[in-house]
């Protein structure tokens, strides 16, 4: 399911990189205690690597950034996708957002406008999608005794294989299933229809991609990508998409 969200703001003003705000803002309005704990702490484990199973968008509206300060001011609204299949995350996190009455966002208020809900339930087998924050691929390799991060670009067929292997995990969390023999790739458009990105969380540079995909495979699986985002980081704010067609 994704929740796409309108809030009403006055001149909210964000560090260019505000992952892990938006990240921190998610976390802290999980109404319920015990599952706010549970998803920052560990999350859903399978074959020993955990998921946390919900994706965000980077903020959309009207803006002004400034070079100088690093720093970008939405005008009067703001709109954020989240993203996920788990209902007590959704149930939590929306319950939070209509009924609380002091959200703030890097300590500035923030009131709910409207909330559109997609649930997901399209039965297909080819999609055509575009990215609302970037997806990124990588392996982490020892380098000289030093551990280095690789960093996959769509043109490399690791890029496809590496999400195909995610996304099969995630599916399995969700639906029990086990789908090793199913079809999933996924490509861009075309090269011009897609952008690197270089996006700081925290203090480590994460590399993105962003723009238009086709995606081919098991509609189980390509649902779990609209639910819960394609490749690694989901829940720091990478690999939110939009189905188009």
């Known amino acids: 399911m994704q929740a796409n969200i309108t809030f009403q ?3 909210l003003k964000l560090p260019i990189h505000y992952n892990h705000m938006l990240q921190g803002f998610i976390y802290k309005n999980i109404f319920d205690d015990d599952f706010r704990e549970f998803l920052h702490e560990k999350g859903f484990e399978i074959d020993g690597r955990n998921f946390k199973l919900f994706s965000f968008s980077q903020l959309k509206g009207e803006y002004f950034y400034n070079r ?3 720093t970008i001011t939405f005008k009067d609204r703001v709109k954020l996708t989240v993203s996920s299949p788990v209902d007590d995350f959704n149930n939590e996190f929306l319950k939070s957002c209509l009924f ?3 959200l703030q966002l ?3 208020p923030i009131v709910v406008q409207e909330i559109d809900i ?3 339930k399209e039965k297909l087998n080819k999609v055509l999608i575009q990215t609302l924050s970037p997806i990124t691929v990588y392996s982490t390799v020892q380098l000289n ?3 280095r991060t690789i960093y996959y670009t769509p043109e490399d067929s690791l890029f496809s294989k590496y999400i195909k292997e995610n996304i099969i995990k995630k599916a399995k969390i969700i639906y029990g299933e086990d789908f090793k023999k199913s079809d999933f790739k996924i490509e861009a458009v075309s090269r011009d229809k897609v952008s690197e990105n270089l996006i700081y969380f925290k203090k480590f540079i994460v590399k993105g991609w962003s723009g238009l995909f086709k995606i081919e495979g098991d509609e189980k699986l390509i649902n779990t990508a609209l639910d819960c985002g394609l490749g690694a ?3 720091q704010g990478f690999g939110c998409i939009k189905l188009l067609r």
Do not use: I, L, M, P
């Open 68 to 70: 100088k300060e690093k």
């Open 9 to 11: 703001c006055n001149n």
């Open 100 to 102: 609380s009455t002091n």
């Open 145 to 147: 005794g030093r551990k």
């Open 106 to 108: 890097n300590h500035q």
């Open 233 to 235: 980081k989901n829940s």
């Open 118 to 120: 997609d649930e997901n």
